[in-house]
């Protein structure tokens, strides 16, 4: 038994004088235990490093040089646009602080509107309500803390600072940047403009082409 010991605590040893501990940082390349012949296809795989020779084109250049007629695209990559735009991308002007106001690309409409409600719905309304008053149904459960956007504070904070939030969250709610695309997200802040707008409405506010529709005089 004692040989089984210490046959096992050499084995020990010699396993991790070859692989290491996990997590350790080596500062060669790790020892290649199979041999040449075993997966070839995935142990040795062309690739092109930037800056380096390649023997593949004829002027030995492994960066190669932009095609004649190319012209600069609005779009990134997988068809996002570019980040040229701050208030749009951001919320927040050059100088760092939150813009008020949406972004001159943004047409504030009948659909827009549409658009924010159902990615409200979806996304904010199990916490902040339907109404926009923090009456949830994550309520219901003990969330207790979530605001309504129907005080002074949230009132009057900027349009970019809501954005701000949206996009990196903010106390208990975690960011949607990975849920909701930039029209999404100006869309949402749109529909909570409404909501707010809405609830501090009088008759006042209603057109008199459609007071008659709420009996109106």
């Given at each position: 038994m004692r040989n089984v010991y210490i046959i096992t605590a050499l084995a020990v040893v010699l396993v991790v004088s070859i692989f290491g501990f996990r997590g350790t940082k080596f500062s060669h390349p790790p020892m290649d235990v199979f041999p040449e012949w075993a997966f070839?296809?995935?142990r040795k795989q062309s690739k092109v490093k930037p800056q380096t020779e390649s023997k593949f084109f004829a002027d030995g250049r492994a960066d190669r040089p932009l095609p004649a007629g190319v012209v600069p695209a609005n779009f990134g990559p997988l068809g996002?646009?570019?980040?040229?735009?701050s208030h749009l991308v951001?919320?927040?002007l050059a100088d760092g602080s939150f813009a008020s106001g949406f972004p001159q690309s943004i047409e504030?409409?009948?659909q827009f509107l549409e658009h924010g409600?159902?990615?409200?719905?979806?996304y904010c309304a199990p916490c902040h309500g339907a109404l926009g008053d923090g009456n949830g149904i994550t309520k219901?459960?003990?969330m207790g803390a979530t605001p309504t956007y129907h005080d002074d504070r949230l009132r009057n904070i900027s349009e970019g600072e809501i954005l701000n939030t949206i996009l990196h969250g903010k106390g208990n709610m975690l960011s949607y940047a990975d849920k909701?695309?930039?029209e999404d997200r100006w869309a949402v802040i749109a529909y909570v403009r409404a909501l707010q707008r809405a609830h501090n409405g009088t008759v006042a506010d209603?057109?008199?082409a459609h007071k008659s529709e709420l009996g109106i005089q």
């Amino acid at each position: 038994m004692r040989n089984v010991y210490i046959i096992t605590a050499l084995a020990v040893v010699l396993v991790v004088s070859i692989f290491g501990f996990r997590g350790t940082k080596f500062s060669h390349p790790p020892m290649d235990v199979f041999p040449e012949w075993a997966f070839p296809a995935m142990r040795k795989q062309s690739k092109v490093k930037p800056q380096t020779e390649s023997k593949f084109f004829a002027d030995g250049r492994a960066d190669r040089p932009l095609p004649a007629g190319v012209v600069p695209a609005n779009f990134g990559p997988l068809g996002k646009p570019l980040q040229t735009d701050s208030h749009l991308v951001t919320g927040k002007l050059a100088d760092g602080s939150f813009a008020s106001g949406f972004p001159q690309s943004i047409e504030v409409n009948r659909q827009f509107l549409e658009h924010g409600r159902e990615s409200y719905t979806i996304y904010c309304a199990p916490c902040h309500g339907a109404l926009g008053d923090g009456n949830g149904i994550t309520k219901q459960y003990g969330m207790g803390a979530t605001p309504t956007y129907h005080d002074d504070r949230l009132r009057n904070i900027s349009e970019g600072e809501i954005l701000n939030t949206i996009l990196h969250g903010k106390g208990n709610m975690l960011s949607y940047a990975d849920k909701l695309s930039i029209e999404d997200r100006w869309a949402v802040i749109a529909y909570v403009r409404a909501l707010q707008r809405a609830h501090n409405g009088t008759v006042a506010d209603v057109p008199a082409a459609h007071k008659s529709e709420l009996g109106i005089q």
